[in-house]
């Protein structure tokens, strides 16, 4: 079982993090979220506080199968599903496969689109890259890039922190996670329940999401990747008049 934290009264709202993340790195806007709603935060494998599976072969279903247990172990009916990058891919799989009632969506700074060529070989080498150096160097390396240029320096470290949680499985397993992720482009064209999505102007880690579905709405940041400690009053705002 996944390692997860509640609070909170109302509607479930469940959070699940990107690669790189954890529950902490919701932390600036799980207290204010939990005025209205009943939050549930997920550590995804290998992340935080839950450990890697014996069979590492992770696929975005099966991280949604995972959080699914834990909301069957809450004894949850339904919710509303917000997923940050690789918590997007997530959202999306759960949404394709009909794993759980999921009455409303978020994609925080996520994308429906498969990995290229290219992105695939560059996980790859960031693979081996963990293997060869540890999860400390290869955060060193990579995590500014998840933030715009002028973000805090605060921002900077508390990401680096929450980072060096990860364990060298967690993620190599969600760097293969991501590399054979679906394209879910159609999924998203044409999906019937409310969508919301937060993009970051200035957010480089993943391309803006083309769509003209009508159920599908969008609001933009003026932030990096990680916009919910970057600016985490728009993000509030914008998850509370979206729910």
């Given amino acids: ?14 959070l699940i993090h990107g690669f790189l993340g954890g529950i902490a790195i919701f932390d600036k806007i799980i207290e204010p979220l939990t005025q209205t709603m009943d939050i549930i ?15 590492k072969d992770y696929t975005m279903q099966r991280y949604a199968e995972e959080v699914v ?6 004894n949850v009916e339904s919710a509303y599903w917000l997923g940050h990058s690789m918590g997007g891919y997530i959202t999306l799989a759960a949404l394709e496969k009909k794993l759980f009632p999921i009455d409303k969506a978020i994609l925080l700074y996520s994308s429906d689109s498969a990995d290229t060529p290219e992105a695939t070989k560059k996980r790859t080498e960031q693979q081996y890259e963990i293997h060869k150096s540890g999860v400390g ?6 995590i500014d890039q998840f933030l715009a240029p002028d973000a805090k ?21 969600a760097l293969g996670a991501m590399m054979t992720r679906k394209d879910q482009r159609e999924l998203l ?26 159920h ?13 400690l970057e600016d985490s009053k728009a993000v509030i705002q914008a998850i509370r008049e979206f729910l």
Wanted: hydrophobic share 35%; proline share 3%.
């Fill in 137 to 142: 160097s290869f955060v060193d390396g990579i």
């Fill in 216 to 228: 599908v709405h969008k609001v933009t940041t003026n932030t990096g990747h990680l916009g919910m």
């Fill in 41 to 55: 935060t997920i550590d995804l494998p290998g992340h935080g506080q839950s450990e890697v599976g014996e069979d």
């Fill in 1 to 14: 079982m996944l390692h997860y934290t509640r609070k909170g009264s109302g509607k479930v709202l469940v």
């Fill in 189 to 214: 064209d044409t999906i019937e329940i409310p969508i919301l999505i937060i993009e970051g102007e200035q957010d480089k880690a993943v391309k803006p999401i083309k769509t003209s579905n009508r």
């Fill in 153 to 173: 320096t605060d921002d900077l470290l508390f990401a680096k922190e929450v980072a060096y949680e990860s364990m060298e499985d967690g993620l190599v397993a």
């Fill in 69 to 74: 247990e834990v909301l069957l172990k809450e």
